[in-house]
């Protein structure tokens, strides 16, 4: 049973402010209802509660690590005893033959594998594209394949397909090439599997930028009597630049952390020719228990993949009138 209410009740008013008609009444103001206070107070702690887990595992294994790596950078350790050595290790790089051999062998597999692999995925990517391909979604994922293989495992295939002697490759082409023991073969070797692994993946990410170009601008080009190359490389490339910029972007931040292809195929060798960054820092760190000048590695590495992603940007995100 509803409770009654006085039809001549009205809400308390205050007195008429200046300016009001005279007789007016202004209606005060109503309080505020119980327990409004700590529900704002839980509406302001409710995503500091959420969100403190997260923010805590960050700060305990990504950030305070990060920190570390670059303190322990500039430091150094004579006989058991730790001591500063600000840029020591940074400029000790400079005279490390190792680490320059391992520069050059990750700016040749840049300049040469890279854009091999773009290229090919471009391809790929434009043919799996097609109506008239059958079996387009069993393709699509045959080339995708090899990128959800583990490293190590495709490594070790590799490094058994290639073998001197009774290795598959040789039986195939009839030759006795040493593909993991001469210096120039072994470097063609690791190129080839990174090229085999990776291939697919970009052409895979290439092909959903295809697939978002309209059938109009195809229709329209052949209208003005474009070729199939020349709509591609004047209509269809252009508007793929921002899939071809991640896909250069995350393929150099690949090659900068190589580390399983050399290790499992060569050992970085012959001749530290297939060396890389992180193959040496893991070397000086895990047998040579050099941590600092590990650390100065690891941070020089960041740098290079810092600045060539910017140049990458720089250069090539951008519109050219």
Do not use: H
């Not at 020591?88 to 840049?110: C, G, H, K």
């Not at 190590?152 to 040493?178: C, E, H, P, S, W």
């Not at 209509?235 to 150099?252: D, E, G, N």
């Amino acid at each position: 049973m509803r409770p009654r209410t006085n039809p001549g009740a009205s809400l308390p008013t205050s007195p008429a402010s200046p300016g009001s008609s005279p007789g007016a009444a202004v209606p005060a103001a109503l309080p505020a209802p119980a327990g409004t206070a700590p529900a704002v107070r839980r509406s302001r702690t409710a995503p500091w509660v959420f969100a403190g887990p997260a923010a805590a595992l960050f700060l305990v294994f990504f950030a305070y690590p990060l920190a570390a790596s670059f303190v322990q950078s500039l430091q150094t350790t004579d006989g058991g005893v730790t001591r500063w050595a600000g840029a020591e290790q940074y400029t000790r790089m400079l005279d490390d033959p190792s680490f320059l051999r391992s520069l050059a062998n990750v700016a040749l597999i840049l300049v040469v594998q890279v854009p091999v692999m773009i290229g090919l995925a471009l391809a790929l990517a434009y043919v799996l594209n097609q109506s008239w391909l059958r079996w387009r979604a069993t393709l699509r994922t045959a080339y995708f394949l090899p990128a959800v293989t583990t490293l190590v495992a495709y490594a070790v295939v590799f490094r058994v397909l290639l073998k001197t002697d009774g290795g598959a490759v040789n039986q195939i082409l009839g030759t006795q090439v040493d593909w993991l023991n001469d210096p120039f073969w072994a470097r063609v070797a690791l190129i080839a599997s990174i090229t085999w692994r990776w291939a697919g993946y970009n052409a895979i990410i290439l092909l959903a930028g295809l697939q978002a170009v309209g059938r109009e601008q195809y229709e329209a080009a052949a209208i003005d009597g474009a070729g199939a190359l020349t709509t591609f490389l004047r209509v269809i490339l252009p508007q793929l630049r921002p899939v071809v910029l991640f896909c250069s972007i995350t393929s150099t931040i690949g090659t900068l952390q190589l580390f399983d292809e050399p290790l499992v195929l060569t050992g970085g060798g012959p001749a530290d020719a297939t060396l890389t960054p992180i193959l040496y820092l893991y070397q000086v760190g895990f047998r040579q228990f050099d941590f600092g000048y590990a650390a100065a590695i690891a941070w020089v590495v960041v740098a290079l993949v810092g600045g060539l992603s910017y140049l990458q940007f720089r250069y090539l995100g951008r519109e050219r009138p």
